[in-house]
């Protein structure tokens, strides 16, 4: 896509009186706030994936200023990741950490053996 890879985040949903900077009426697994994406804790591997790809279009759309309607940008974010996953063929956890290890490998140097672990253990 081209764009500035935006900072990453990971957001709890808080029930009950707790307090929040960002409120939806809807329940939201991901969000593109200030040049920033923040994502849901504890997603699994598929819907992670689903929920970043379609921040990463928001990211897009802003950048390019492309889609005024907030319609217009959900509808575009979301055709973007069903796209992106079919593209993939909705990876399993497995396939996602051997594609995280090589990609850092290719861009960063060798993983360190303890993460390697990590990645290929909670799979």
């Known amino acids: ?6 900072g990453r985040s990971f957001i709890e949903e808080i029930y009950n009186g707790g307090a929040a900077d960002i ?9 593109f706030y200030l040049g920033r994406i923040y994502v849901v804790k504890d997603l699994a ?8 790809t379609h921040e990463l279009r928001h990211s897009y ?3 390019n200023h492309k ?3 907030l319609r217009e940008r959900e509808v575009d974010a979301d055709l973007f990741a069903r796209e992106f996953s ?5 990876p399993s956890g497995t396939q996602i950490a051997a594609r995280l290890i090589t990609v850092h490998g290719m861009k960063c140097g060798p993983i360190s053996p303890y993460i ?3 990645l290929e253990r909670r799979l």
């Open 23 to 31: 409120t939806r009426p809807e329940s939201i697994l991901g969000l």
């Open 67 to 69: 889609y005024c309607g």
């Open 61 to 63: 759309q802003f950048q």
């Open 45 to 52: 591997d598929a819907e992670l994936v689903r929920v970043v």
């Open 1 to 6: 896509m081209h764009i500035r890879l935006p």
């Open 116 to 118: 390697k672990d990590i």
């Open 86 to 90: 079919i593209y993939l063929g909705q």
